[in-house]
Every structure is written in structure tokens, then in C-alpha cells.
């Protein structure tokens, strides 16, 4: 498996996107219109959130062992 040139920022931005997704989650009953589209929108918030945070950590880690 191929690694990426610079693993930190490949990490950095993983996060960074988990952190968007946070904020749109937030954002999100402001925003829309017809709240019955909030839980699928939570749900896959979370689900990018737990993805990208848990992979991003797990990853740091178990590069530490």
C-alpha cells in the first residue's frame, strides 16, 4: 500500500474535514427549511466525524508503537 508523501497532512485534513462536518451538523437546523431531513443529515455527520476522527487517531496511535 502506497503511502502518502507527507502522512502528518494527510491526518491534518482528515481532521480538518471531520471538523467541517461537525459545524454543519450544528448548523444545520438553522439553515433547513423542513426539519424532517435532520436526522439523516445527523447520521451522516456522525458517521463522517466518527470516520475521519477515529481512522485519524487510531492511525496516530498505533504509528506510535
Do not use: C
Not at 502518502?4 to 491526518?11: A, D, L, M, Q, T
Not at 437546523?29 to 481512522?55: C, H, K, Q, R
Request: no cysteine; aromatic share 18%.
Amino acid at each position: 500500500m502506497m503511502e502518502h508523501p507527507n502522512p502528518k497532512e494527510k491526518w491534518k485534513n482528515m481532521r480538518r474535514m471531520a471538523w467541517i462536518a461537525f459545524v454543519h451538523g450544528l448548523s444545520a437546523p438553522f439553515w433547513l427549511e423542513n426539519y424532517a431531513y435532520l436526522a439523516p443529515i445527523f447520521i451522516f455527520d456522525a458517521s463522517v466525524i466518527g470516520a475521519y476522527m477515529g481512522f485519524s487517531t487510531a492511525r496516530d496511535g498505533w504509528g506510535k508503537q
